[in-house]
């Protein structure tokens, strides 16, 4: 049995005469119908077959390291190929961001984000990516809380001396970021405007050169995350100040809130997650979802995690492109307000 279809001659019109018929199998019609229905499933399936490249856009140690570093070695053994964890910090992110927004989207180039790379669009004037829009969603991995920290150098103890300090010598102290446009920077953008204080920003390529820097007393203070600072809080080189958390952090209990000296309005809290290239099919970005959800859930890693100060939390797709979108709007606005816009 076949099939049978009418082609017309562009130059013939519907001319009967010159019509002619073409004969096609049944069977082969239905098979091309057919693997053309069922592409998304065979990538499901087939992906991956060669190493994936994870891409952290800041240096190793910060949360963002130690997530991929924890999660890499085990989403490698569940897929059978190797994934390797490239470290390209810089800019704000922004270097690692077009990086894999430049990359085929085919799953095989993935991207760590955080609060600070919806930021970078509003930030700056020319940039070639656009984190909301050149991003599919994978998953949240996990969230952290911020601690202002100052080096015991400084003579600094408790929050209210540094107000105290920083209102009478306005710009006479000095606070690190690892950039303009991260996390931290923009976060003590907001906690300086609440605590109505003017302090000196010096910016690092780097969370590292912020903290040693820091460490050395060569900086009154600076906002580090827990899972980074504890250790030296402990060894007497960091005094915490304060945490940014709504609640008081589980790994520093004794350490309160700004909102518990009357501080209002400063969200300390940050976000890690997984992403791909625009357009990556949707059954690699599942296929990626569930992996990564069911390697976070696990009890080695989940405790792993849990070990550097973050709280697990894991996402469909949509939601974590609604906490992006929320996100680049609350920078939009940050930004706009404190007119810190970039060449």
């Not at 990516?129 to 809380?145: E, H, K, M, S, W």
């Not at 003579?155 to 107000?163: A, V």
């Not at 006479?172 to 907001?190: C, D, H, N, R, V």
């Amino acid at each position: 049995m076949t099939i049978t279809t009418m082609i017309c001659r562009p130059d013939q019109g519907m001319d009967r005469r010159n019509q002619r018929l073409t004969r096609i199998p049944r069977n082969l019609l239905i098979a091309c119908l057919t693997g053309l229905f069922s592409m998304p499933a065979a990538q499901a399936q087939t992906f991956p077959t060669k190493p994936i490249k994870l891409v952290v856009p800041f240096t190793p140690g910060t949360g963002y390291d130690s997530i991929a570093r924890v999660v890499s070695p085990v989403l490698s053994q569940r897929l059978g190929q190797p994934v390797v964890v490239e470290n390209m910090p810089g800019a704000s992110s922004t270097i690692g961001a077009t990086f894999v927004s430049r990359a085929p989207a085919d799953g095989y180039t993935l991207l760590m984000i955080g609060e600070g790379t919806m930021a970078s669009k509003h930030l700056y004037r020319k940039l070639e990516v656009d984190p909301l829009n050149d991003f599919a969603p994978i998953t949240l991995a996990g969230r952290g809380t911020l601690m202002l920290m100052a080096s015991p150098k400084s003579g600094i103890r408790t929050m209210e001396e540094l107000i105290t300090r920083a209102q009478a010598e306005p710009g006479g102290l000095t606070f690190a970021s690892p950039g303009i446009g991260t996390s931290q920077y923009l976060k003590m953008e907001l906690l300086m405007e609440a605590a109505k204080i003017n302090m000196l920003h010096v910016p690092y390529k780097g969370s590292a050169g912020a903290l040693n820097d820091l460490v050395g007393g060569f900086i009154t203070a600076s906002l580090v995350p827990v899972h980074q600072g504890m250790s030296y809080v402990s060894a007497g080189k960091l005094m915490p100040l304060a945490v940014l958390s709504a609640e008081r952090s589980q790994k520093a209990p004794d350490v309160p809130t700004l909102s518990e000296m009357g501080i209002k309005g400063v969200a300390g809290d940050m976000w890690y997650a997984f992403v791909a290239p625009r357009s990556t099919p949707d059954a690699v970005i599942e296929t990626l979802n569930r992996e990564l959800r069911d390697i976070i859930a696990q009890p080695t890693v989940t405790a792993g995690l849990e070990n550097i100060g973050l709280d697990v939390r894991t996402s469909t797709p949509a939601e974590l492109k609604e906490v992006m979108r929320k996100e680049s709007s609350l920078a939009a606005e940050l930004v706009r307000k404190h007119a810190l816009v970039l060449d």
